[in-house]
């Protein structure tokens, strides 16, 4: 009797121990699951704030961008039509160049021009009236005169031909094609005209005569080619003007490279009037093969 009470007394306590244990354990499971739980929301917090932080940088990034774009815009809006205004200008400037070339040639021919023809029809006149011996020197002067006039008409044409203005562009090709022709006996000129003549605008004309004129010029002074192809027509929604040549070539970059005084100025020229007047300007060469021009507007 007395040593089972013990041994309840004994269970009793380790029960009570166990318990107390137990307890602690509990309470220790507790406190580390709370502060887990703490752990987890202060991660997911700061998670939630480095999102936010990182949402609000990239808002303020993407409005800069934004705001850099619309300044870009307006500086290349107004890029753009000084630009447009530059074209204008230097359009008005050639214009204005034709104008004055055709007045200095008018001038040329109602005074100096005129003046030429009047002293040789005067000097033809008085010529068949004198007697044979006294009109030797006379006739020796004639040539002279001549030469004087037919100097002052070329300079009057190479200015601006009165046909271009008188009888349009496809009379002006076929009448400097013609004088290329007898200066030039050793190059065979071909053309093909496949437009109206109210189908090429008046500014248009003026830049296909500059341009068959410095194109003939650089075939006689460079290409040693012996054929030329000039070709006017109108394609679909294009009028084209085209000069071809089978000479030597050359290499255009060689050429774009020279500077300065060594460079020319008849390429450039080309160009500058061909897109200055709404065209499109594009030139082909190839060492051994030839040279071709090809300027085209777009038909409004
Ligand atoms: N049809 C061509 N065949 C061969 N070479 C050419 C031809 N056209 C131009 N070139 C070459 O291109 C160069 C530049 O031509 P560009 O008309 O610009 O100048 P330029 O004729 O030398 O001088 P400028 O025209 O100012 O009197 C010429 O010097 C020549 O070497
Ligand atoms: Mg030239």
New binding site residues.
């Given amino acids: 009797m007395g040593s089972d009470a013990r041994t309840q007394v004994e269970l009793l306590s380790e029960i009570k121990d166990l318990r107390t244990r137990l307890e602690k354990t509990l309470g220790e499971l507790h406190a580390i699951s709370k502060n887990r739980n703490h752990q987890a929301r202060k991660h997911s917090d700061d998670q939630i704030r480095w999102v936010n932080e990182r949402d609000s940088e990239r808002a303020r990034a993407e409005e800069m961008l934004r705001s850099e774009k619309v300044e870009r815009g307006h500086a290349e809006k107004e890029l753009g039509k000084t630009q447009k205004q530059l074209r204008e200008v230097s359009f008005r400037l050639l214009l204005a160049e034709e104008t004055e070339r055709k007045r200095i040639a008018q001038e040329i021919h109602d005074g100096i021009s005129q003046h030429w023809s009047t002293v040789k029809l005067r000097v033809e006149e008085i010529l068949k009236n004198l007697d044979q011996h006294i009109a030797t020197p006379l006739e020796d002067i004639l040539p002279l005169i001549r030469v004087g006039l037919e100097e002052s008409r070329r300079i009057q044409m190479h200015l601006r031909p009165a046909l271009l203005d008188d009888l349009g562009i496809l009379a002006t090709i076929k009448w400097f094609c013609r004088e290329f022709q007898k200066a030039q006996p050793g190059i065979r000129v071909e053309t093909r005209i496949n437009i109206q003549e109210e189908e090429v605008p008046a500014t248009v004309k003026t830049v296909v005569y500059r341009v068959m004129q410095?194109?003939l010029?650089?075939?006689s002074?460079?290409?040693?080619?012996n054929l030329v192809k000039i070709t006017l027509e109108r394609t679909e929604g294009t009028t084209e003007f085209i000069i071809q040549?089978n000479?030597?070539?050359?290499d255009l970059n060689a050429?774009l490279a020279l500077k300065g005084s060594e460079?020319?100025?008849?390429?450039?020229?080309m160009k500058e009037r061909t897109q200055l007047s709404g065209g499109t300007f594009h030139l082909e060469?190839a060492e051994g093969v030839?040279?071709t021009i090809r300027a085209s507007w777009p038909v409004s």
């Avoid at 000479?247 to 050359?250: A, D, K, S, V």
């Fill in positions: 410095e194109a010029n650089n075939i002074r460079h290409s040693n080619g040549d000479g030597r070539g050359f050429v460079r020319g100025l008849g390429l450039a020229g060469s030839g040279t």
